[in-house]
């Protein structure tokens, strides 16, 4: 028997493996753009500048 024989064998990544990350960095790419559209209004229901929401948003993200 030779070393190769005995590994397990493997099956190649499926297609669901990239489709999920992907729809991930889609999903993360969405709510940062909603959030930095609402930035803004966020800022003045808070009563604050907009700068000072900023680093929040940007955390959350």
Known sequence: MTIAESLPQ?????????????CA?????????VVMTALPQMASDFGAPSIRITPV???GV
Do not use: A, Q, Y
């Open 25 to 33: 960095l889609c999903m993360e790419l969405i709510d940062s753009t």
């Open 57 to 59: 948003s940007v955390s």
């Open 10 to 22: 493997t099956r190649p990544l499926s297609r669901r493996v990239p489709m999920i990350i992907g």
